[in-house]
Nanobody
Framework: VQLVESGGGLVQPGGVLRLSCAASGFTFSRYTMSWYRQAPGKERELVAS????????YYADSMKGRCTISRDNAKSTVYLQMNSLKTEDTAVYYC??????????WGQGTQVTVSS
């Protein structure tokens, strides 16, 4: 099982980034996918989730209205489009897969730094 995040980097406040998480080793279309983030000295927090079919999404208040989660089951990939980035969005962003019986998998994370 692998979840490989990409797309992070350094961006100025107000900028945009699109994160990707490529999955392999399990039946991607059966799993709810989520993006979490962890800032230095803080606990890991949920950013957004998407159901296995993509029909249902959830956004935490921290980025609601500034991000969009989507998935392509044919490519076994989940995305997080982030807009109007703020310095407080600086964190390591992780993707997580949750299946039946709450079996879950995590990626290794991708660093997002918002700074001028």
């Amino acid at each position: 099982v692998q979840l490989v995040e990409s797309g992070g980097g350094l961006v100025q406040p107000g900028g945009v980034l699109r994160l990707s998480c490529a999955a392999s080793g399990f039946t991607f279309s059966r799993y709810t996918m989520s993006w979490y983030r962890q800032a230095p000295g803080k606990e890991r927090e949920l950013v957004a989730s998407i159901s296995n079919t993509g029909g249902t999404t959830y956004y935490a208040d921290s980025m609601k209205g500034r991000c969009t989660i989507s998935r392509d089951n044919a490519k076994s990939t989940v995305y997080l489009q982030m807009n109007s980035l703020k310095t407080e969005d600086t964190a390591v962003y992780y993707c997580k897969a949750v299946g039946v019986l709450n079996v879950d998998y995590w990626g290794q994370g991708t660093q997002v730094t918002v700074s001028s």
